[in-house]
């Protein structure tokens, strides 16, 4: 998940169906103080990487 310089929030998203599902949803709630306009969803591939990367984002 990350941040990005027009306001908006990335994130990609694998494992079990329902549990993507879940986040999915989730996404519409957000913290507190946000307000959330928008969720886009898109079908990708699964991302090569095992392990937890840490991106830039527009805050760093």
Known sequence: MRNLSDGTVETVLAG?????????SACWRG???????AVTRYDAAVPEAAAFVRLPNALA
Do not use: G, I, K, L
């Open 16 to 24: 079990p169906e329902h549990a993507v599902e879940a986040a999915v």
């Open 31 to 37: 913290p507190a103080q946000a307000w959330v306009s």
